[in-house]
């Protein structure tokens, strides 16, 4: 494989799943951790993703709440994101998750309708700060300065308190028979948390990331109640989800 190629199936990787790892990146290439490390390192340079320690995460992935021009698959979210904001009614208590998907949900609350939403989302956080139908509460913790969000002990405590409505939550990896998945066992504990905290939990996902897994295990499928994905509900790609006591939307 040439190395602009390697280069290109890299920008592909983190845009889709937003993070990823050196490792994973070296296996799927089939070349060494080091060979990865210096291609990262000059996208970098070259300002196309952004370098962390033993990984790297999207552009789009770093931005506030600002609409960044590198946000992966920009119309399949947004497509997403209204879908999502046609279930809400006045009055619900709802959690929004971090990643691009969820900050675009939480651009498209209608201004109207009354809310309190809880997120531990800094991006989703000041979203939703200027809408003055939104009752706001940030769940706190300690900030990763990767992903923007809370996370550790005293973020599970605090959503251990809580009762939602409906979760809108994202995810790194989903398959019909091995859930939802992560590469981040810190990541799997806090969406662990806000599934228990929810009477409903409502899963936002772009199609790419369908039938895919990784090492650590979010839930089974069966304990989302939808998934929204930009896909029609019939369409063919959905019919490994079909039978999953799941609502597709």
Known sequence: MLKEERKQLILNEVDLHNRVLLT????????????????????????????????????????????????????????????AVGILRNGDVIFIDGGTTCLEM????????????????????????????????????????????SHGAYTIQRLAEVRFDYSFIGTG???????????????????????????????????????????FKTCDIHAINSMITELPPESALLNPFRNQDLRLL
Not at 34 to 52: G, N, P, Q, Y
Not at 58 to 76: C, K, P, W
Not at 188 to 207: H, N, P
């Open 173 to 215: 990896y989903v398959d019909s028979l091995h859930g939802l998945t992560e590469f981040d066992w810190d990541v799997v504990q806090l969406k662990k948390a806000v599934i228990r905290a929810s009477k409903k939990t409502i899963l936002l996902c772009i199609s790419e990331k369908l039938n895919s897994q990784h090492r």
């Open 24 to 83: 994973d990146l070296s296996e799927k290439l089939e070349v060494s951790v080091d060979t990865v490390r210096r291609d990262v390192k000059e996208l970098d340079a070259s300002s196309k993703l952004r370098k962390v320690h033993g990984g790297a995460i999207s552009l789009g992935y770093t931005h506030t709440s600002t609409r960044s021009s590198n946000v992966y698959a920009l119309n399949e979210k947004i497509s997403i994101a209204e879908k």
């Open 106 to 149: 939480a651009r498209m609350i209608p201004p109207k309708i009354k809310l309190s939403c809880f997120t531990f989302s800094l991006p989703v956080a000041l979203q939703l700060a200027g809408m003055p139908n939104v009752d706001l509460i940030f769940i706190g913790g300690r900030i990763s300065r990767e992903s923007m969000i």
